[in-house]
């Protein structure tokens, strides 16, 4: 620790941070004691954060693949700026209305797959979450199968913190202090052939054992006890794991087989990280109910979405003028100052051609990560798909041993971040993911790939 750091360590913003803040996702007694980074950053301009003591980070996360447009940017800025200035907040309840938000959901709808037909708009990926489970229970109550209430989602998946997002997530360090999953969420497997259960099975075979593994869960279960299958189209918190070839379009034909919806949890994939639009366009998905948060508004203000397919929409419709209002909404549901934040950064990334921008930029940060880490003995497997990457590590890749989770990525991440770039480590395993900005340049690509390269050799050796 240098002296400046002990000063700050010692000043008083750092101590109301430790004796007044409760963070999230942060190891309550070690940022008490002041054993955290307790990085505070200050400012950002383009894929750079610089702190209050004016150290500089190229942030290859985009904080929490969320910063898609980047920072500093003004357009945004001002948008919500002249919003806060003009009408900061009025309700959307019971029929009202405001501009921003009625144009975004004209901007959302535009972007989303034909089939889709309504957005609703909420906070955040988990609240959208909620909202989805909420009306495929709807949806089941009004078809007259109020029963078909369970949710299916995958082990390692991450759709949020509250209780029912939570449950739905499927990492255990998200359930097990807080005794969820509550009943009627289920999980199946991760499809991630690196953890296939036996070594000897080709990628043919993995297919088939998760969708045998998935059918006999539907069939234990009973279809008629079942609402919705949730999944990101690419796993995302769990460990940045594109899908196996030929997956989506299996668990689809079952799905569809069970009159089961699909819920396609966009909150990272959305508006552009994988290089298209939406993760759904990629993969050929057709859900039921998209989420969406983050990159709508680059995060320049709080704002989710849950967006529903004509199929559910009509029969929302049908009984709806005996049913009563649709008694789900939140104060800040609609919001005009995240509206305005979502319109202008729908604008950018348009103007800016970002989701190329991810498929091309993203094609060439997997390059790059494949000549630097392929070939290192610890290095198991670098995956991804557009401005989404990971690099896992294990002990012996050939002979299938794995390090203890969280022992070693998080070392490299450490290492990488004296270095000057930030990334993060992805829970359950010793992972190293890459989000960055979508206006991310070769040229800063390469600066993350060198400082990767560095940190694995110091953390491991060459
Ligand atoms: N779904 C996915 C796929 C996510 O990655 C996240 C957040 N990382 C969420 C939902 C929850 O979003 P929020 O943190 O805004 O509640």
Redesign the pocket.
């Known amino acids: 620790m240098t002296p400046l750091d002990l000063d700050r360590r010692n000043d008083e913003l750092a101590a109301w941070d430790r004796d007044c803040l409760l963070h999230p996702t942060t190891h309550t007694a070690q940022h008490a004691r002041g054993d955290t980074p307790g990085r505070i950053v200050t400012g950002g301009e383009g894929v750079f954060v610089t702190d209050r003591d004016g150290n500089r980070f190229l942030d290859a996360f985009a904080a ?2 969320c910063v898609n447009a980047g920072y500093g940017r003004t357009e945004i800025a001002d948008a919500i700026a002249e919003q806060a200035h003009k009408l900061a907040y009025f309700h959307a309840f019971a029929g009202h209305g405001n501009e921003p938000a009625i144009r975004l959901a004209k901007m959302v709808m535009d972007r989303a797959p034909d089939h889709m037909a309504r957005v609703y708009f909420g906070l ?4 959208a ?1 909620e909202t989805n489970v909420k009306l495929a229970w709807h949806y089941n109550i009004l078809r007259g199968k109020p029963e078909k209430r369970k949710i299916i989602s995958r082990w390692r998946a ?4 509250g209780l029912v ?1 939570g449950s739905m997530t499927g990492l255990k360090v998200y359930h097990d202090r807080f005794n969820l999953p509550l009943d009627g969420f289920l999980h199946t497997h991760t499809p991630h052939y690196l953890r296939r259960p036996e070594r000897e099975m080709d990628e043919a075979a993995y297919l088939d054992f998760l969708i045998a593994e998935l059918e006999a869960l539907i069939a234990r279960e009973g279809p008629e006890t079942i609402a919705a299958f949730v999944g ?1 189209p690419v796993l ?2 769990g460990g940045i794991i594109p899908p196996p070839e030929g997956y989506w379009a299996r668990v689809q034909a079952l799905l569809a087989e069970h009159d089961i919806l699909l819920i396609a ?1 966009e ?2 994939t959305g508006f552009g990280r994988t290089g298209q639009m939406f993760g759904s366009d990629l993969y050929g998905l057709r859900p039921d109910f998209m ?1 969406i ?2 990159g709508l508004t680059s995060a320049y203000a709080p704002l ?1 979405g849950s967006i529903l397919s004509q199929r559910v929409f009509d029969v929302l419709m049908t009984g709806a003028d005996d049913f009563g209002p649709l008694a789900h909404g939140w104060t800040y549901s609609a919001h005009p100052i995240g509206a305005a934040a979502g319109i202008a950064t729908l604008d950018l990334v348009d103007r800016l051609g970002l989701v190329e921008n991810a498929g091309e930029t993203g094609a060439y940060l997997l390059e790059r990560l494949r000549e630097r880490a392929e070939g290192h003995r610890n290095v198991a497997e670098v995956r991804g798909v557009g401005l989404l990457a990971a690099v896992e590590l294990m002990k012996d890749p050939s002979a299938g041993t794995w390090f203890e989770p969280m022992t070693v990525g998080p070392k490299v991440v450490a290492e990488m971040a004296r270095l000057g770039v930030m990334t993060r480590a992805m829970p359950e395993g010793n992972i190293v993911g890459f989000a960055p900005p979508l206006c991310i340049t070769r040229d800063e690509v390469d600066q993350v790939v060198d400082a990767f390269g560095q940190a694995i050799e110091s953390v491991l050796g060459a």
């Open positions: 929490l693949y955040s990926g988990s609240d979450n991450y759709h949020g913190s997002s990101e995302g918190t949890d909150v990272v989420t948060a983050k989710s």
